[in-house]
């Protein structure tokens, strides 16, 4: 509470505008970047710490030195695994194979340290690359994380993208489609299709939140959570949505970045502190 208020007392404009937005719906992290997210359930709570969700992001899988993407063909067998989380460990599950426990100790420990092709420092999470590699057909992955907290630094850590926001696409696109196509932290149900795109700053839970810019989207939005490749999503992206003015992708959801960090769940209400 005392940090919430001191937050509160910076942000200008407060007296003015602030109100409910929205509630949190869903609550996602991603404890290996690439692989299936984990839902936090309701009743729980996830730390929102300065540089994103607990967990979120920490992990990463090289191939060649190289961060695997969600996105590259070939690797569709990577969407069979399952991701879970008990009270002191990651478990991966594929129908291939027995379980996976991976403590999360190992992240506190002194992995192998290596770098890879853009410069990033990791360290190995020991005795789980020959698990991974034996999935995908026995090309030799290694799992990373990173010291220093999210796997690819400077990412903007929190995406919330708004439940209204994905029935208001479908309608216009013509099709549904799944919410985890987007890989959202925070599924808003928000009172106006789109919301998230005018907040600047908004508490969430015991945390404040910052507006970064809108997620511009790539052809990993046309993987179903089964690793089932269409076109007709991105597709969509293009000719419904609005387009970045740098890159000239399309735009769905919103980043921000941890003004005070603090616990969110769902259910929890989205305040707004500024628009934009």
């Known amino acids: 509470t005392s940090t919430w208020r001191s937050c509160t007392r910076r942000s200008s404009g407060i007296n003015a505008e602030y109100g409910e937005v929205g509630e949190v719906g869903e609550l996602f992290v991603h404890p290996i970047r690439a692989l299936q997210p984990v839902q936090i359930t309701p009743g729980n709570s996830w730390l929102l710490t300065p540089t994103g969700f607990w967990l979120d992001k920490r992990m990463c899988m090289l191939h060649n030195n190289e961060r695997l993407k969600h996105t590259t063909k070939g690797w569709e067998a990577l969407y069979g695994v399952g991701v879970s989380l008990t009270e002191d460990s990651v478990v991966l599950s594929h129908a291939s194979k027995q379980d996976l426990v991976i403590p999360l100790s190992v992240l506190d420990g002194e992995g192998e340290a290596l770098t890879c092709s853009k ?3 990791y360290r190995t999470v020991p005795d789980v690359g020959d698990w991974l590699t034996d999935v995908v057909g026995g090309r030799q992955i290694t799992l990373v994380y990173s010291p220093e907290g999210a796997v690819v630094p400077g990412l903007d850590p929190v995406l919330i993208i708004g439940q209204n ?6 309608e216009i696109a013509g099709h549904t489609m799944e919410m985890e196509r987007f890989r959202p932290n925070i599924v808003a149900v928000e009172k106006q299709p789109f919301a998230d795109e005018g907040w600047a700053e908004v508490k969430v839970g015991e945390a404040v ?9 790539c052809s990993i939005t046309n993987v ?3 690793g089932i490749r269409t076109d007709y999503t991105m597709n969509s992206l293009r000719e419904k949505r609005p387009r970045c003015e740098k890159t000239n992708k399309p ?5 921000f970045k ?9 259910g929890d209400k989205i305040m707004l502190i500024k628009s934009q």
């Open 119 to 121: 410069g990033n420092s």
């Open 165 to 170: 926001s994905l029935s208001a696409f479908e």
């Open 209 to 217: 939140l910052v507006f970064c810019h809108r997620c511009t989207r």
């Open 224 to 226: 179903s959570p089964e």
């Open 251 to 255: 735009v769905f959801g919103s980043y």
């Open 258 to 266: 941890v003004k005070c960090p603090g616990l969110v769940k769902p």
